[in-house]
């Protein structure tokens, strides 16, 4: 058997990628800090060619500005962008729930009660990294049972401009509501109400802008 052979480049991409789009969200890499590859492949241990397909990434998602021979750096939190991917995303979460609840199965519904129990478990060690990505993966199971690329894609490109609101959103007392909004989706959705679930869904991102209208 071997084990010593050339490692998959995507996969180091997708591994600098997540570090740093982290790094970025819990505030470690702040707004308007200049991010060079060099130093970033010299922290991670890569080269710098997976970096730079990572930042490449960052830049489409809206947390990465370059500005060719000048800078690169993340981006300032823009209330404005930050509100119109809001609305955005609020709004193919209704859709992606009311489409996908006659297709659930009971292993959708035990997949998002499992992602909500370790959300739940996240929020209240104020482990905000891994809430946010439970808490994906939660409303991801709607998404992937709706059957429809292109919410999908637009929730894809939209979501990650919203995960450094989200991250605050989480580590306020707001945050602590979330787990028992997901219980109620969970319920409706279990009934088969897909009205009133996808009803739910758009409360549940809702909320969010009642944090991000307390901020500049």
């Not at 010299?42 to 947390?63: F, N």
């Not at 808490?135 to 709706?146: E, G, K, M, N, T």
């Not at 989706?185 to 944090?211: F, H, P, Q, S, Y």
Request: with cysteine; hydrophobic share 45%; proline share 4%.
């Amino acid at each position: 058997m071997q084990y010593i052979g050339r490692l998959d480049r995507a996969l180091l991409s997708e591994q600098a990628l997540t570090a740093i789009r982290r790094a970025i969200v819990a505030g470690e890499l702040a707004p308007g800090t200049s991010v060079k590859d060099v130093e970033l492949a010299e922290r991670m241990g890569l080269s710098r060619t997976p970096v730079r397909e990572a930042l490449a990434r960052l830049t489409d998602e809206g947390l990465i500005e370059t500005k060719p021979h000048s800078y690169t750096r993340v981006t300032r939190l823009d209330s404005a962008a930050v509100r119109d991917a809001h609305a955005v995303v609020q709004s193919m979460h209704g859709l992606a729930t009311r489409l996908a609840v006659p297709k659930l199965t009971q292993r959708h519904l035990d997949a998002m009660r499992a992602a909500n129990m370790k959300f739940a478990v996240a929020v209240d060690a104020s482990a905000l990294e891994d809430a946010i990505a439970c808490d994906d993966a939660f409303h991801d199971i709607l998404v992937q049972a709706s059957e429809n690329r292109a919410i999908a894609a637009t929730i894809r490109r939209y979501t990650p401009l919203l995960h450094r609101a989200i991250y605050l959103y989480l580590g306020s007392p707001l945050g602590r509501d979330s787990a028992p909004m997901h219980e109620r989706i969970i319920a409706t959705c279990e009934a088969g109400n897909a009205e009133e679930a996808a009803d739910l869904a758009e409360r549940n991102w809702a909320t969010l802008a009642v944090l991000m209208e307390k901020k500049p």
